[in-house]
């Protein structure tokens, strides 16, 4: 049988528990290197300025199969 007492002194452990967790975590986030948000956005932009991508061919024209990642390699396997 669980008494009031040990079932308060068990919810107060998993409560403590949880807050030392998530203060865990927030020196975690605490610690990595931040950018400024136009800092980000212009790495963004610079990025999809200079990466081909084959899935939007209306900007970048066809690419040639040997860029294209995802065109299908071979015509894959047949079983009879």
């Known amino acids: ?8 002194a068990r ?3 998993d409560r403590l528990e949880k807050l030392r967790k998530a203060n ?4 975690r986030e605490a610690g990595l290197q931040r950018i400024k948000i136009s800092e980000a956005a212009k790495g963004i932009i610079k990025f999809c300025a200079d990466t081909r991508d084959p899935l939007v061919p209306s900007v970048w024209g066809k690419l040639d ?14 079983l009879l």
Do not use: V
């Open 24 to 27: 865990d975590q927030l020196k």
């Open 65 to 78: 199969d040997r860029e294209n990642h995802y065109k299908e390699k071979g015509k894959g396997c047949l």
């Open 11 to 13: 919810h107060q452990t």
């Open 1 to 8: 049988i669980f008494s009031p007492l040990k079932m308060a």
